[in-house]
């Protein structure tokens, strides 16, 4: 048997040494690419978690942002709407298709500077006039603020706004009311002096026509007595006008009350050589009828006397189901001169009218028995440039009771 050189065992004891250190280390390297792997797997978890954490956080605060009853519109340093949630889409009328454009140019203001954030901004709680998609104009008491990053860095404005027209309207009918109280009981004490011998001066002249009739004075007499009859109308008025209103409230029909107010209207405008039209639809309320259509004859007949020849008066009653409390409004539209807006905020006050022969108390006393079923009045301009006087009446719901007096 020949014998293995010296030089040949020693390198193949070398190569039995190398390759045991290269098993060792490819071992420890399987050991450390599990260990890797492990880690890996771990992070890709916790990766998982974080991204299903914060999905669930987006998706938290989306709805959030949606269930709020506010409007919250955020805008991005170049002034551009991002977001738009949902009340901010009611409250204005504006749709998802704002999102990407100037605010200054879907948000339109009633005076265009009112558009700059930054004035704003600067102001603690302004109220501005906002002109919503469908036209209609509507009270925001809005606030401005900075939108900041992490670093304290400007990435935009949040406006946060609400709607306050009802809520302005009812101070304002709140303030209205007061002063009716006041001038109500200055009002019944002087209808209750001229009342009495009032009564006796229209029973003599009743007297004095039969005595005349036939002779000369007999229109001279008839004069005094017409004359008579209409200041007993007045003072009836400002009687009416200075009790306290109380609705024997019961569930009627709204759509009713408003067709047999226009049936009694309807000779005074034809008089005038104009047209009634009537668009009513069945609207329950708690009301009482009779007070109500006194309110509507009153405003009809109001619409009659500014028409002219071949004019058109228009009544409208419908539920308006997208408000809270729902309502129902009836809408009194003629296309007469219509009402200077200076002279709107004056046009329930008592005594106040701007024809020359009438006495101011029509329209205050509409207010009042509105006021009383826990409604509003307002005025504004029709669409076919006259005046336009809206009646709401809180909707009837289940449950519901009479309003308090």
Not at 196 to 219: C, I, K, Q
Not at 317 to 322: E, F, G, K, R
Request: charged residues 30%; contains cysteine; negative net charge.
């Amino acid at each position: 048997m020949t014998a293995v050189p010296e030089e040949l065992r020693e390198a193949m004891l070398r190569f039995q040494e190398a390759t045991e250190r290269l098993q060792g280390s490819y071992a420890r390297l399987q050991d450390e690419v599990r260990e890797l792997r492990r880690r890996l797997e771990a992070k890709d978890r916790e990766l998982d978690r974080s991204l299903a954490e914060r999905a669930r956080l987006t998706n938290y605060l989306e709805h959030l942002l949606e269930s709020v009853p506010s409007g919250v519109v955020a805008v991005d340093p170049e002034g551009r709407i991002s977001t738009l949630n949902r009340a901010a889409q009611e409250i204005t009328g504006f749709g998802p298709e704002a999102v990407g454009k100037p605010f200054s140019h879907v948000f339109r203001f009633e005076e265009p500077a009112e558009a700059d954030l930054d004035a704003l901004e600067a102001v603690s709680r302004p109220v501005v006039t906002l002109h919503r998609s469908d036209g209609r104009r509507v009270l925001l008491g809005l606030r401005v603020s900075p939108f900041r990053g992490e670093a304290g860095e400007v990435l935009g404005r949040v406006v946060v706004f609400q709607d306050v027209t009802r809520l302005r309207r009812l101070e304002e009918q709140e303030e209205r009311n007061r002063r009716l109280v006041a001038m109500g009981q200055m009002a019944a004490g002087i209808a209750h002096e001229i009342r009495n011998p009032l009564g006796s001066l229209e029973l003599f002249a009743h007297h004095l026509v039969e005595e005349l009739r036939g002779t000369a004075h007999e229109d001279l007499a008839g004069q005094v007595l017409k004359g008579l009859q209409n200041l007993s109308r007045i003072t009836g008025n400002l009687l009416l006008f200075a009790r306290q209103v109380e609705p024997r409230c019961q569930t009627v029909d709204l759509r009713e009350v408003v067709a047999e107010a226009a049936l009694y209207a309807r000779s005074a405008i034809r008089a005038k050589g104009a047209r009634l039209e009537e668009d009513l639809r069945p609207a329950p309320v708690l009301a009482d009828p009779d007070l109500v259509r006194q309110a509507l004859l009153n405003v009809l007949l109001n619409a009659a006397q500014a028409v002219d020849s071949g004019g058109r008066v228009r009544v409208e009653c419908a539920p308006v189901d997208s408000e809270e409390p729902p309502a129902v409004r009836v809408a009194v539209w003629d296309d007469g001169p219509g009402v200077p807006e200076a002279e709107r905020e004056r046009i329930f006050d008592p005594f106040y009218t701007t024809r020359a022969r009438g006495v101011g108390l029509g329209l205050a006393i509409v207010q009042r028995i509105v006021a009383a079923h826990g409604g509003w009045v307002a005025v504004d301009g029709s669409p076919w440039g006259g005046a336009r006087f809206t009646l709401s009446f809180p909707a009837e719901r289940p449950g519901a009771t009479p309003p308090e007096p």
